[in-house]
């Protein structure tokens, strides 16, 4: 996590090796079943608390994690940014400092500019989790999508991953090329040219404009939104041609190969680049990746907050 000495945070899956990550998704599966009992609830967190700071609208994420936290029995506070003194102009230090003062042990952060959840790290001593940050980094939703694949594959290793439509925009796109390939799977970018990052030095993919071109051979179809509120929308001629070019559609759909994984991080723009009835289909695992986020999210705060933050160890929830 944030530093080998310290491990206080979870800002991006760079700071992950694969033990680290196998770790998380072993502890997942854990919390999975606890999720799943007629009383999902365990002390584990008792007594710590945990304050979400979300600066950008979100559904699946918050209430995710929320439900995460009330499942570990730790009290929850949620920061409504409309009504706070940020619309006073008050700064992220002195709104995220003036919340550790009340006494908390993590907070949840989501900024629409990328980095603000490493300043704040920097700035306080609880816990930070990055909720989302820009067009940056997305970490706890990959994590998720790994736990949900491997699930189904039995493991990545030589797993052929399409990551499909508005890369540029996508923090989830580039936590999810970390994770997939420190997990040993392959990872092809498809998209047009000006919905790709100007530079992908350093990134461990192919690319290809050619959607059609790799149906038959990916493990798994990982469809994007087309982010319109960053303006995502003005780098192709029209919504209809994207999703002629990039959308999965059932044609589209059929040819994938058998076992190969529909997946979506949501909101989906049905009809874009996916369409309704294949989002429907039983080889879709969109909701399986909703439910398996609040599971990941149990995690990540218990290797934070419940167990001295030694992701050397191995951690159960038996006790609990």
């Known amino acids: ?12 899956i760079a700071d992950l090796d694969r033990p680290d990550l196998e770790r998380i998704l072993d502890l997942t599966g854990s919390f999975a079943e606890v999720s799943q009992r007629r009383i999902p609830r365990v002390p584990a967190l008792r ?24 499942q570990l029995s730790a009290d929850t506070v949620n920061f409504s940014v409309g009504s706070s003194a940020v619309n006073k102009g008050e700064s992220v230090r002195d709104t995220v400092q003036t919340i550790e003062a009340m006494g908390i042990d993590a907070i949840v952060v989501r900024h629409s500019c990328a980095g603000v959840p ?12 990055n909720a989302g940050d820009g067009r940056h980094e997305h970490p706890t939703q990959a994590l998720l999508d790994l736990y949900t694949a491997r699930t189904h594959l039995g493991g990545l290793d030589g797993a052929r991953v399409a990551i499909v439509g508005d890369i540029v925009n996508s923090r989830v796109a580039r936590s999810d090329v970390l994770a997939f390939t420190a997990m040993g799977a392959e990872v092809t970018l498809v998209a047009p040219r000006p919905l790709l990052p100007s530079s992908l030095e350093g990134w461990p993919v192919t690319v290809t404009h050619d959607f059609d071109s790799v149906l038959g051979d990916i493990d798994i179809c990982y469809l994007l939104r ?14 209809r041609e994207f999703r002629a070019e990039y959308g999965l559609h059932a044609a589209r759909a059929d040819r994938l190969k058998d076992g190969a994984l529909i997946m979506h991080p949501g909101p989906m723009n049905r009809g874009v680049e996916i369409d309704g009835d294949v989002a429907d289909r039983p080889n879709a695992v969109i909701a399986e990746q909703v439910a398996n986020g609040v599971a990941v999210r149990m995690a990540v705060l218990f ?17 609990a």
């Open 1 to 12: 996590m944030a530093a080998t000495s310290q491990r206080r945070h979870v800002l991006s």
């Open 47 to 70: 007594g710590k608390t945990v304050v979400w700071l979300f600066y950008e609208d979100s559904t699946r994420t918050r209430l995710s994690f929320e439900a995460a936290a009330k």
């Open 118 to 129: 490493h300043r704040v790290a920097d700035w306080i001593d609880a816990s930070v989790i």
């Open 226 to 239: 087309m982010q319109l509120e960053r303006e995502a929308g003005a780098s192709v001629p029209s919504l």
């Open 303 to 319: 290797l934070l907050l419940g167990s001295g933050l030694d992701l050397a160890e191995d951690h159960t929830v038996a006790a």
